[in-house]
């Protein structure tokens, strides 16, 4: 939800490096950067925090309120990237941006289809599609939506809505083409490959004209009448 906020102990880097970076991830430690409040300063979070942090009611929205070596004062911050392990799965790197709460910042957040089985659309068959799944949003910090529901129930087929269509919370501004199509329904596959194999059918079925026929001879004119 937002405004949701949450507190992330972490602490100073001294030590930097690939080798110090390698230790901390088998300790179970996160390395990472916070920017935004000047010089940008190394951290390092465990792994297991960092995680509570960002499933929380918030996600990946929340307010992070970072306390640096557990000193009293809080930075609020968002999570700017993060790098996850290919193989393990785990977070490898996290970069956080220290931002003032009176300011608006620029977000991505996720588009949510709701009420899809009950579009018209899909009930006869059709299939429901989202070809963009993220929105980017302008709010405060704390008006950052976790995610954007859309409604598509009224979507018959062939029908489709667009970021115009999408209704936000007061003080949230899409920044995104109007017009940019979120969500569709198209007409069931088969029913497509139906029409396209009666349309061959039927212009297997026409007699092709040979080329360079001869044209039908005219009948002969009749013998003149004698008188």
Known sequence: MAGERTKLVVTKRESLGSRETRRLRHQGIVPGVLY??????????????????LTGAGGLHSILDVEIDGAGETHPSILKDFQVDKVRGGVTHVDLHEVRLDRTITASVTVQLVNGENAPGVREGGVLSQPLRELNVEALPLEVPEHIDLDVSGLSIGGSLRVGDVVVPDGVKLLDDPETVLASVTAPTRAIEAEVEEAEEGAEGEAPAAEGAPAEEAPADSPADEG
């Open 36 to 53: 935004g409040g000047g010089e940008p300063v190394a951290i390092a979070v465990a792994e297991r925090e960092l995680r509570r942090a």
